[in-house]
């Protein structure tokens, strides 16, 4: 397993939400996952990374605040396979029966992580993949600028009931 982390949320061509994963390692040029999640999910994961809280607990704060209450904690999170372009994760967390391991998304997962501060794991398997050279040759930064700013504009305007079951 590689240590990543969140590098940042993008919008695809077609207005698809992307978490982008990369190695701590930082080596240029750097490999990113990316990870096609939901709306609900990026908006989730923005306002966790970005330090910013909700103005209503979101399902993601509502799992943190259930495991807090049952005295049980996040260890980890891993991003173990993909199997025809879908991912899949475990997260590990420690209750007092001990360690257990829940397959979940990696959105859900990385959401959680986000809000607990836990370490972002993904399988070498998935970065050989997965993972995509980001050349700086071939990347444009006006793009990518353009893109975040179209992903925080989204944030900005997003309102809490949508995310309501």
């Known amino acids: 397993m590689v240590p990543v982390r969140v590098l940042g949320l993008a919008v695809d061509a077609v207005g698809q939400p992307v978490v982008l994963l990369t190695p701590l390692d930082g080596d240029a040029p ?20 970005s ?27 891993d991003v173990t396979r993909i199997e025809e372009g879908t991912f899949y994760a475990a997260l590990t967390i420690t209750t007092a029966a001990g360690p257990l391991a829940l397959d979940c998304r990696p959105s859900d997962a990385i959401a959680l992580a986000a809000r607990v501060g836990a370490p972002l794991f993904v399988a070498e ?40 079951g």
């Open 30 to 49: 750097r490999t990113v996952v990316p990870i096609w999640v939901g709306t609900q999910e990026a908006a989730s994961i923005g306002i966790a990374v």
């Open 51 to 77: 330090g910013e809280a909700p103005p209503r607990p979101l399902s993601h704060d509502l799992m943190r605040r259930l495991l807090d209450a049952v005295g049980a904690s996040v260890d980890r999170v």
């Open 125 to 164: 398997a998935v970065l050989e993949v997965a993972g995509v050279l980001e050349d700086d040759e071939d990347v444009d930064p006006a793009d990518s600028e353009d893109k975040v700013a179209e992903f925080r504009r989204f944030l900005d305007e997003v309102d809490p009931e949508d995310f309501q």
